[in-house]
């Protein structure tokens, strides 16, 4: 209720149709809310997940060309397996992050056991860069977590594009509408209840603002690797060390919209609409029961009245006669 109907109607509502919209605005605008909080979560994650899957771009480019490199060269391998190490490690953290600003929801791909299998081969890269058979394997790990981490940064997007960007511009035409609606009815109510005389001066009523909720900037802090190779490390390299004239970092293959991983539902997304809902149901039945209670004094007020006006008219009648 706004502070001029408010003092025009001391503190009631001016109808009952006043309140139902009310209290539809008012589910709305929380509705819309929730997905306002989960469409920032969701971006936030995902700037998150870009970095990670860089980062892992970046870690098997560098893992398969320090194969190139002579084994006696160690200074160059070492160094190699530097910048690898902390990029897949720097891409585990960003993953783990992205988790967990979306704690409700099941990742499809990049679970749990998948970042300790990752995690574990990390641990073990200076090991693996001594052999041929080892540093394969643990190409397969970082190539497959790659592979992984780009189907499950695409099922952001699908998600992000598909649901929640949808469902929260419906969500804000939705408190438009109904907004307008509650408007229209309360400057109806005022211009019923301004006196004709103040009506004829020309009074405006301004619209109501209905304030939106600002989404807060997004303070994603990914983690960096270190740069561990400086202009110096780089020349250090060679032509062993150096990447393959035109090579670029490159994105797995997407994947098909039906090989993705199932869309969450509203509930894991949005929190309990249904809930929301029954909460609304409950307020307007309680108002009903209310409305349904003041009526019926009412109409008791009235009858008491009557047959009190009734039992005067019949006394004065008695005394008329009696005279």
Same mark, same amino acid.
């Given at each position: 209720m706004t502070h001029f109907s408010e003092s025009i109607f001391n503190g009631k509502y001016g109808s009952e149709l006043e309140y139902q919209l009310e209290c539809q605005v008012d589910m709305l605008v929380d509705r819309k809310q929730r997905i306002s909080v989960a469409k920032y979560k969701w971006q936030n994650s995902r700037v998150l997940l870009q970095h990670a899957v860089n980062q892992l771009a970046f870690s098997v480019k560098r893992w398969g060309e320090l194969d190139r490199v002579r084994s006696d060269n160690m200074q160059v391998r070492y160094t190699m397996a530097t910048?690898?190490?902390?990029? @897949? /490690?720097?891409a585990s953290q960003n993953i783990t992050s992205a988790h967990r600003y979306l704690q409700t929801i099941e990742f499809p791909y990049c679970k749990q056991p998948e970042m300790e299998t990752l995690?574990?081969?990390?641990?073990?890269?200076?090991?693996?860069?001594?052999?041929s058979e080892r540093h394969k394997h643990a190409m397969h790990c970082y190539s497959t977590t790659h592979k992984r981490a780009a189907a499950l940064l695409q099922w952001?997007?699908? @998600? /992000?594009?598909t649901t929640i960007k949808k469902d929260y511009d419906k969500a804000a035409d939705d408190v438009d509408v109904k907004s307008r609606e509650l408007r229209a009815e309360r400057v109806q109510l005022i211009r019923a209840r301004i006196d004709d005389n103040t009506s004829n001066v020309g009074v405006e009523i301004d619209a109501e603002v209905i304030k939106k909720t600002d989404q807060p900037q997004m303070e994603t802090h990914a983690t960096e690797a270190d740069q561990v190779s400086t202009a110096g490390d780089l020349?250090?390299?060679g032509e062993e060390g150096a990447p393959v004239e035109g090579e670029e970092l490159s994105d797995p293959t997407p994947l098909a919209l039906n090989e993705l991983a199932p869309l969450p539902d509203d509930n894991a997304l949005f929190g309990d609409i249904d809930e929301l809902k029954k909460?609304?149901?409950q307020e307007m039945q309680d108002f009903k029961k209310t409305q349904d209670v003041n009526k019926a004094?009412?109409?008791?007020g009235l009858q008491e009245k009557l047959r009190a006006r009734r039992s005067r008219q019949v006394r004065a009648d008695q005394a008329q006669t009696e005279e």
């Open positions: 910048e690898t190490r902390n990029n @897949v /490690i720097a995690n574990r081969a990390v641990n073990n890269i200076y090991s693996d860069m001594q052999t952001f997007d699908h @998600v /992000i594009n020349e250090l390299l909460q609304h149901e004094r009412m109409e008791q």
